[in-house]
């Protein structure tokens, strides 16, 4: 009985990490080599925006192991001045595993 309920708690745990992993639209992940840039939410695709101020955050990948950066919304838009978020969209970059790069692109006025 004791492993039923080590593996039912194990499950749920797994599952409820699934849930976190997942965004609006992701575009598949090589295993090689990525470098692709895409939207965070398919509802804006097409639709003129007021997009006169740019902001940036960024998260660089080390080996796997190591994270730094923040690559929040609102430090994207702090670095851009905006007060007003209008599009948002994201920016991958992988070299094996060894080096990743994730970029945070955030437009408005």
């Not at 039912?8 to 997942?22: D, K, R, S, T």
């Not at 929040?72 to 670095?79: D, I, P, Q, R």
């Amino acid at each position: 009985m004791k492993h039923w309920l080590l593996a039912l708690v194990a499950v749920v745990l797994v599952l409820g990490l699934v849930g976190c992993y997942a965004t609006p639209v992701r575009p598949p992940i090589g295993w090689v080599y990525s470098d692709f840039r895409a939207p965070l939410s398919a509802d804006n695709q097409g639709v003129e925006y007021d997009t006169t101020l740019h902001g940036e955050a960024e998260v660089q990948t080390f080996l796997g192991y190591v994270s730094i950066g923040d690559s929040s919304l609102k430090t994207a838009m702090e670095n851009g001045g905006i007060q007003n978020l209008s599009f948002a969209d994201y920016e991958y970059f992988n070299i094996l595993g060894l080096y990743q790069r994730f970029i945070i692109h955030a437009y408005g006025n």
